[in-house]
């Protein structure tokens, strides 16, 4: 079994030193008229470059760009579409950030690329980047986008016809479609979809499996293309517990999963098995307290049997932006020390 270090997501944009403050600092010069937005996609840059090289130091083997770009999950992406407006701020699912909320005015449509080139971006600078401790570990990117169901859950319609729910997923489902192809044939071979309101409203499990078709559509297609494409779906902030087995049978490539709200997970998943390769979300991205590496690698050893595919992914339960930064390398450096103690 390929036991894969990755990373579920963002990444902490701030830091203690001066250096790590220059993205906060660039902001508030923004609103003091004394910086423009050219000054704040140069900090985007540099924390990005920042982001990528601490993961990749950790020995993460799939980072991302640490969406530190991204003010939101919900409006980075649905405030790049036509037809949509940004409204105020709601709390983000069970979580204490924010989210701007999107209002659909007409149907959103895909303008231009979403986060293409900030994929780009982040293979470039990892290019540049020394990976592992000996510069010798393989490392490569994944582009990250917040699923159909996610997006239109939490967006409002002024418009008639957006307004059922269906119309709404449909809709946000179309774009990301685009996306995803237009993110294979930009390099990108494994895309992580995030859809935690999933789990939360599992009474809207068929809209939210339908929001899913288009984006495998676009996966097969670019398989039959010659292209290597692989869809993960990740959920997170709720307990996937109760709908796990039918999570488990979609038609994605690999099932990111949170375990730190109910600790019987990993005996659902170790009685039911998966088909499929898992993105184990042992590690807590929300509580600065470290695991034992030891407790952890136990509970991986009675899951990887259980594993089909060969293959599975060890990370964080959700994104790191909710620790202080010394904390989020802490915790990327521990699942290094929990695949040794699996490796034995």
Same mark, same amino acid.
């Given at each position: 079994?390929n036991?894969?270090i990755a990373?579920?997501?963002?990444y902490?944009?701030?830091?203690?030193?001066a250096?790590?403050?220059?993205?906060?600092?660039?902001?508030?010069?923004?609103?003091?008229?004394?910086?423009t937005?050219?000054?704040?996609?140069?900090?985007?840059?540099?924390?990005?470059?920042?982001?990528?090289e601490?993961q990749?130091?950790?020995?993460?083997?799939l980072?991302?760009?640490?969406?530190i770009?991204?003010?939101?999950?919900?409006?980075?992406?649905?405030?790049?579409?036509?037809?949509?407006?940004?409204?105020?701020?709601?709390?983000?699912?069970?979580?204490?950030?924010?989210?701007?909320?999107?209002?659909?005015?007409?149907?959103?449509?895909?303008?231009?690329?979403?986060?293409?080139?900030?994929?780009?971006?982040?293979?470039?600078?990892?290019?540049?980047i020394p990976?592992?401790?000996?510069g010798?570990v393989?490392?490569?990117?994944?582009?990250?986008?917040?699923?159909?169901?996610?997006?239109?859950?939490?967006?409002?319609?002024?418009?008639?016809?957006?307004?059922p729910?269906?119309?709404?997923?449909?809709?946000?489902a179309?774009?990301?479609?685009?996306?995803?192809?237009?993110?294979?044939?930009?390099?990108a071979?494994?895309?992580q979809i995030d859809? *935690?309101a +999933?789990?939360?409203?599992?009474?809207?499990?068929?809209?939210?499996?339908?929001? @899913? $078709?288009? /984006?495998?559509?676009? !996966?097969?297609?670019a398989?039959k293309?010659g292209?290597?494409?692989?869809?993960?779906?990740?959920?997170y902030?709720?307990?996937?517990?109760?709908l796990?087995?039918?999570l488990?049978?979609?038609?994605?490539?690999?099932?990111?999963?949170?375990?730190?709200?109910d600790?019987?997970?990993?005996?659902v998943?170790?009685?039911?098995?998966?088909?499929?390769?898992l993105?184990?979300?042992?590690?807590d991205?929300r509580?600065?307290?470290?695991e034992?590496?030891?407790?952890?690698?136990?509970v991986v050893?009675?899951l990887?049997?259980k594993i089909?595919?060969g293959?599975?992914y060890l990370g *964080?339960? +959700?994104?790191l932006?909710y620790?202080?930064r010394?904390?989020a390398?802490?915790k @990327? $450096?521990? /699942?290094?020390?929990? !695949?040794?103690?699996?490796?034995?």
């Open positions: 079994m036991l894969i990373s579920t997501g963002s902490p944009r701030i830091g203690d030193s250096e790590l403050q220059t993205l906060r600092r660039t902001m508030a010069a923004i609103d003091r008229g004394e910086k937005f050219a000054d704040l996609a140069d900090a985007e840059n540099a924390m990005t470059r920042r982001a990528i601490e990749a130091r950790a020995g993460v083997e980072l991302t760009d640490g969406l770009r991204w003010y939101d999950p919900i409006s980075h992406l649905a405030g790049q579409l036509g037809g949509v407006r940004i409204n105020g701020l709601l709390r983000f699912l069970d979580t204490n950030t924010y989210f701007r909320q999107p209002v659909l005015q007409a149907k959103p449509e895909r303008m231009g690329p979403l986060v293409v080139e900030e994929f780009r971006f982040a293979c470039n600078a990892l290019g540049q990976t592992g401790r000996d010798t393989r490392v490569a990117v994944k582009p990250v986008l917040t699923g159909p169901y996610t997006l239109a859950k939490l967006s409002l319609a002024e418009d008639e016809a957006m307004k729910l269906e119309a709404r997923v449909d809709a946000y179309a774009a990301l479609a685009v996306e995803v192809k237009a993110l294979g044939e930009s390099g071979e494994f895309i859809e *935690p +999933s789990i939360k409203h599992p009474n809207d499990w068929a809209v939210f499996a339908r929001g @899913l $078709e288009p /984006l495998i559509q676009v !996966r097969d297609a398989r293309a292209r290597k494409l692989q869809l993960a779906l990740y959920v902030f709720h307990n996937p517990a109760p796990y087995e039918k488990a049978q979609l038609p994605v490539d690999a099932l990111g999963l949170d375990f730190t709200y600790a019987k997970l990993a005996d998943v170790a009685t039911a098995g998966s088909p499929r390769a993105a184990l979300g042992l590690v991205g509580n600065t307290k470290l034992s590496a030891t407790e952890v690698a136990r050893e009675r990887l049997p089909k595919g293959r599975a *964080p339960s +959700s994104g932006e620790l202080p010394d904390r390398v802490a @990327l $450096e521990l /699942l290094g020390k929990i !695949r040794a103690e699996v490796n034995g």
